[in-house]
Every structure is written in structure tokens, then in C-alpha cells.
């Protein structure tokens, strides 16, 4: 990959790209200081935390005729989701800031004919929207909890409200009397569509012609609105797309056939990656992004087991999980070693009579790449009466099954699953074997809400057809790397599941094709000598991982700027450096890594 420009996307030149470039140390420090000097060039970011340039022009619309003083709206993809944002910000902020916020809500004009795409997309919109004061409390949701919309809803959505059919709902109904929006319903047909490459905004529809009738024009642009949307997205694969996506994450579906409404062979779900006979599709559940994944499995679980009790963190985990578990519900126990002082600490707490909802943990950890004993932490919670969620999104499912020690598993498809960081996902699957496995299921039937945008489906479901066959070279890249850094006098440590103390418990849980994964986390003795590897390494550097391109990031500066002090009373050192191994030949990333290593001797040397 070409060097990429401070502030421009990664991948370059792509709409709706998960990563930015912060190409020097000083560029990340920038950032997080929000110096103009980096943030005023930034093109774009990481979606939960830098709010998409489409998704901030749909914004300032809807502010713009809201009739409000507001400054700044928030998009989510149902109202239910604006209410749960709302009840956060009561509970964390005064008063009088929480009751400061405006929800309104855009739906599709009901005295309208609706075109049947549109009807199948469901593109209704709920805005929060606040002032200087309540922004911060809404910004905190909207990044912990993942449920903001996707950049390409965004621009979906947006082309409808400049064309008039997406209409906030109060102006609706004052004007025509209509006071319940149309409900969304599965199409009855479906166009055929030629793509699902197009990312273009919606443009706005054309102009009537001189002397046409009203209903000649209400035809013409009937007409126009399925013609266009149908050159966007073939809906009518969307079900068969998510059925794909399911059955990879089982285990169950590896080909890299096309997609087709013929149904899945019967009983292929039975024989899978997972181990569980009686697993089914409708067990898995997708979700916008990896986080929203998190965040709906604390919610089933507090749901399904009761409000009153705490969850346990155990190991040192990536920072918005954390968050979600201290801030929604009753609280969290952190135990951010997970050594074997924590285990017997937990053990003394639990047998004198403490209970929680849960054990959540990585596996691997990020950054550290540490793994839980999934085994010893089965056994406490079927004694104790916990359940264990595990989020194995670095490990991947193509490397390790720990789904028989959870309850709940979830992962972030937003990165190796995908590859091409170009569309956000996630997912959850429930244990059907598990102890809360009907209480959870009761849960989804009143509260789960299938907020996962159509596009974004069809996307995840194409970039991740070839997921297996990626992991195994991205398996084999990492093993060169993790040995030219083991091999450096200069670096101090490297964490990679193969190397770590916690190694049996990655292999307790290690696929018999499994490798150990694609990233890679490692510290210099000095931090001159990590700055100027950071500054010299010709790979692409910003946020994110699991890229099909090798992607390097000063993570602790970027994920724990204003706590550097706490992380690093976890082993979790600030001037580590984190690295996404890609799919580049084999050579080419070692000579890339030695020549960044000859960059840091090079400064050790001056001194």
C-alpha cells in the first residue's frame, strides 16, 4: 500500500473506510490533544468515535428544519434506540441537562405511495438532539453503545429527506392530520439490481417538467425512486446474505459461491467449526457493529437475569467494553491482570456468598493478547450462577472455538471476518446449551431490534467469503514478524498468544487448523526507539485492526490517552505498539520490519 497523507482515509479513496491515516507518533498525540493541525485534515475516522462526514450532513439538515436551537443531532436507527439514548443521559448527567434533549423522528410520508424498495429498507431515522451541555453525555452513548447509524443509511436516508418522501413526523401530521407513520413491511417484489459496489449520496430527484400534472409527476417519480434504488442494492438477497454470514460464523458455510434464494442444504448446520449439534442459525444474531454486539448481550443478560447485579471485566480488556459494563446497569469488578492472584480473589468473593451477572473477557485480550483459564471460568460459573460472555474477535472463529466454555460469544465482524474495513458488523451467538439460554430467548422477543442496514449486509457478506483462506496467510505473516521482533535486541517484549504466559489457554481452545492470530503488540526499551519505528514502518498507520493490509498503531496512545498511568498499571505499557498483520508477501513485510528496527538502532545509536 502506498504511503497515505496525514488525515486521509485507509483504505485510500474509499467513502465509507473504517481507518485514517495518523502517519507520525506527533500525528496521534495531535489527535488526541484535537490539534487543528491534524483534525482539520482528517477526511474521516473511526466510526464510533469520528462521526462520518455523510452522517454530519444529514444532521445539519434535520437541525436545520427542526425549528430548534439546538446544535447538534445524533442519528440512530429506531426510536427505541433514541429512548435508551435519552434514559442514559438522565441517568448520568443533572437534571436540567437530560431534559434539555429533543427527540424528533423522520418517517416516510404516509400520504405517499411508498415504492416497494423502500418499504423493504425501513429508512426511518430517530434524532436526539442537544446543546453544548447535553452533547458530551449523548456523545458517550452513541460511542460506548454503537448504535448510531451507518455511514451508508446516512446517505440513503438523507437523499429520501431532500427529496421530500423522509419527513420529521410532527410536520406530518400538523399538516395532513396523520399522526402514526406507515409500518414497515417485507416487499411483496423485488428489482434486479446490477450492484452493490455503489456508495454514491442518493442524488436528489429530478425536476418535474413544465406542464406535467401532479399525478404525472407523483408516476414519474414513483418510477424514478425504484429505477434508482434498484441500481444500489438487490434486496431481494438480503435474507440469503445474512443466512451466509450466519453460517460462517458457525462454521458451517466456507464455499465462496455466489448468493441464491434457494434455501441451505438441511442439516448443515449440525456439522460445524463450533462442536454443537443443535446450534441454529436463529442462535446468531448480527448487529451493526462489534460493539453494539456488546452492548445487546449486557442488556439480554441484566433483561434475562435481573438488574441488580454487577458484572466482572477479567483481564485487561479494549476500553469502550469496560465502559459499557460500568455504566449501564449496576456496575463492574475489574480485575485487569487476570492472574492467578484474580482468580483465587474472585473465588474467596464468590464462595462468601457475592453473586454477579457475568464474567465478560477477550480471547485474546486486546492489546496484551492474554487468554482466560475458559475452562476454570466455566466451572465457577456453573457453580456460582454466572454466566461468561467472550468476545473472540481477535482469536476469530477460524482459529479457536471457545463457544462450549460461553454463554453468549460475540465478535466484531468490522474486522478480519470483513478484511476490506470498508463496512462495520458484529454479532452474538447464545450457547443453546447454555444455562440462560430460554431466558435469553425470551429476551429477544420483546427487545431485540434488527437495526443491521441492507447495504452494509451485502457488503459484509461479500468481503467475507474468502475470511478462511485470508486467516491462514494472515497466520503465517504474523509468525514471520513476531520472530524478526523476538529476534531484535531493541524490543523489550512482544505479546503474541504463541509466546505469552497464557499460552495453553489459547491452545485449550485452538482449532485443529488453527493458527494464533493476526495481531501483534510489542515495546522498545526506550520510547525514542518505538517513535521512530512508528514514524520509519512503510505499512498503513491508524485506528483499527483485522485489515487484509498490515496496519500499525501507538495503541495505548490512541485508546487510553487520558489514562495512561491506569493502563499501565496493568502491564499495558504507553509507548506500546500494536500491529494488524496483513496479507502482503511474506518477505516483503519482513524487510519492511527490519528496515523500520534499522530506523530505531539508528536513534539508539546517536545517544
Known sequence: MPRIDLGESIPPHT???????????????????????VVGRMVTGYPRFFIHRSIQAFAADILAKSGTSKTKAF???????????????????PPEIAASLVTVNLVLDPTRPTPEVLATYCPEISAVLCDQ???????????????????????????????????????????????????????KRYQRLSSVDATKPVPSAQPAQNGASADTQESESFRFLEERFGRNLDVSFVQPAKSAIKRRIAGALRSNKELSHTPPPEGEMESNLRGIVNLREDDIYLFPCGMNAIYNAHRALLGARGSNLKSIDFGFPYVDTLKILEKFGPGVVFYGHASEADYEHLERRLEGGERFL????????????????????????????????VDETIGTFANINVLPFADIVVSSLSKIFSGDANVMGGSAIFNPNGRYYSALKAWVETEYEDTYWPEDIMFMERNSRDFVSRIDRINANAEAIVDVLRASPLVKRVFYPRYNESRANYEACQLPSGGYGGLISFVFYKKEQAVAFYDAIDTAKGPSLGTNFTLTS??????????????????????????????????????????????????????
Open 133 to 187: 451541555a447535553s452533547f458530551p453525555f449523548v456523545k458517550q452513548y452513541w460511542q460506548h453503545s454503537g448504535e448510531g447509524i451507518s455511514s451508508r443509511r446516512a446517505e440513503f436516508c438523507h437523499g429520501l429527506f431532500k427529496d421530500g418522501l423522509l419527513h420529521l413526523e410532527d410536520s406530518i401530521a400538523s399538516s395532513t392530520g396523520v399522526t402514526s407513520p406507515k409500518p414497515c413491511r417485507g416487499p
Open 358 to 389: 457475568a464474567v465478560f473477557c477477550e480471547f485474546p485480550s486486546n492489546p496484551l493478547l492474554a487468554c482466560p483459564d475458559m475452562k476454570r471460568l466455566r466451572q465457577l460459573a456453573d457453580k456460582y450462577d454466572f454466566a461468561v460472555v
Open 554 to 607: 501507538p495503541y495505548v496512545v490512541l485508546a487510553h490517552y487520558q489514562e495512561l498511568d491506569w493502563a499501565e498499571q496493568y502491564g499495558v505499557e504507553r509507548d506500546l505498539i500494536r500491529i494488524s498483520v496483513g496479507l502482503e508477501e511474506t518477505e516483503h513485510l519482513v524487510n519492511v520490519f527490519k528496515e523500520a528496527l534499522r530506523v530505531a538502532e539508528g536513534v539508539e545509536t546517536q545517544q
Open 75 to 93: 442519528l440512530f436507527p429506531s426510536r427505541r434506540a433514541a429512548a435508551r439514548c435519552t434514559s442514559f443521559v438522565e441517568s448520568q448527567a
Open 15 to 37: 467513502a465509507h473506510a473504517l481507518s485514517v491515516s495518523l502517519p507520525t507518533w506527533k500525528a496521534n498525540i495531535g489527535y488526541e490533544e484535537g490539534e487543528e493541525w
